[in-house]
């Protein structure tokens, strides 16, 4: 966890792309004028990246002739990625995909740019929504509207999020629908060596080795589900910090970039788990954060209700959860320590901000209360 002596309302100085952001106007232009959005050759204005935004694929705010629009594309290659590829034509067709398939709202697209030539990698440009959004960083634990919104109001947010994981499980036969998201056999076998992939490949620069992610591992064979499907579509990043809200509404569901066929359980669990992990900051700096939302057996509650479904095997969810955070977390602080950012630290544990959350959940003694 941080050093409770920091300024917990500063952000955090995290190097997300080392891209030329103005040098991307040109080109982005001249392609969506062959989309024929205006009468005349398209202008962009305003381009800028949202503050308090993500760590992975970079995402670019701009004025296309007037209209409102988001791009998203991957990291250069010399930004020191997150994750080891980042498919945003996938990303595009599971939200176009999910728009014809349901009712969960997500951004209008523009367009895909897929083969990489107009500025050096495929993206894709939606529709920018109105709204707010919780912020990553600072942690909107810390202060901002949803921290200042009344107890009321923060219940209707949080079931307003957990009706979208409902949405997005009730799209009926998602392997079908999804296909290029379905794996042969079993789909959280599948889910979880892809995590075991993604771990190997984070050591791959240092050959370090983190001793309570292996741990981790270890425990979620032992205590494997006796059966863990049907699955369905996984968001994957199913997250406030990933939703529009108009007031406490919401209006876009965002960044689809982990996106999986797997049991509702790791949605459900992501959720419940991210909150805990900004919560559990919060109360390292003696701050009351905001421990009445996104509770447990509250989500799993509403989230039974909306959808019929009976939530099973939660505490190995949660687990993996905190798990698959932990690989996030110790890939995000080599980046952090390869741009300067922090010191490299004695114990490998450290790499994973939560490794004591982490170590309690496997022996039993983490107070979810």
């Given amino acids: 966890m941080p050093d409770a002596e920091h300024d917990v309302h500063a952000e955090t100085k995290m190097t997300v ?20 959005l205006a009468d005349g050759p398209v202008t962009i204005s305003n381009l800028h990246a949202p503050q308090g935004a993500g760590m992975s694929s970079v995402t670019l705010l701009f004025d296309a002739s007037t209209r409102p ?69 600072p942690p ?14 923060r219940r209707e947010l949080q079931d307003g999020t957990v009706a979208v994981l409902a949405g997005i499980h009730g799209i009926a036969d998602a392997p079908t629908v999804f ?11 599948a889910h979880v060596d892809a995590q075991r992939t993604y771990y190997e490949w984070t050591r791959s620069t240092d050959g370090l080795r983190i001793p309570v992610i292996e741990q981790a591992f270890d425990w979620l064979e032992a205590h494997w589900p006796d059966d863990a499907e049907p699955c ?33 359980e790791v949605d459900l669990a992501w959720v419940v788990f991210l909150h805990r992990f900004f919560q559990d900051i919060a109360t390292v700096f003696e701050m009351p954060g905001i421990p009445d939302f996104c509770r447990r057996d509250d989500v799993v509650a509403t989230y039974e209700a909306l959808s019929g479904h009976t939530v099973r095997d939660f505490d190995w969810y949660l687990v993996y959860a905190a798990l698959r955070h932990a690989v996030v ?35 039993g003694t983490y107070s979810w209360d």
């Fill in 69 to 137: 629009l988001v791009a998203r594309l991957p990291p250069d290659d010399t930004s020191f990625p997150v994750f080891p590829s980042y498919d945003i034509v996938q990303q595009f067709e599971v939200m176009s995909l999910v728009a014809e398939h349901s009712d969960v709202p997500v951004p209008p697209i523009v367009g895909v740019e897929s083969t990489g030539d107009v500025i050096g990698a495929p993206f894709g440009v939606m529709e920018a929504v109105a709204g707010r959004t919780p912020t990553d960083n």
């Fill in 179 to 189: 296909s290029t998201l379905a794996k042969n056999g079993d789909s959280l076998r």
């Fill in 140 to 153: 909107y634990v810390f202060g901002g509207w949803l921290y200042d919104a009344t107890p009321a109001e």
């Fill in 329 to 363: 977390m110790s890939q995000v602080k080599r980046r952090m320590i390869h741009f300067g950012e922090e010191q490299q630290p004695d114990d490998p544990d450290d790499y994973v901000m939560h490794s004591s959350a982490l170590k309690q959940l496997l022996d």
């Fill in 232 to 264: 369905a579509l996984s968001w994957g990043d199913s997250r406030p910090g990933n939703i529009i809200y108009d007031e406490f509404t919401p209006v876009a569901v965002l960044d689809w970039e982990m996106a999986a066929i797997a049991p509702r």
């Fill in 17 to 36: 792309h080392e891209r030329d952001i103005d040098a991307l106007a040109a080109p982005i232009a001249d392609w969506l004028g062959t989309l024929q």
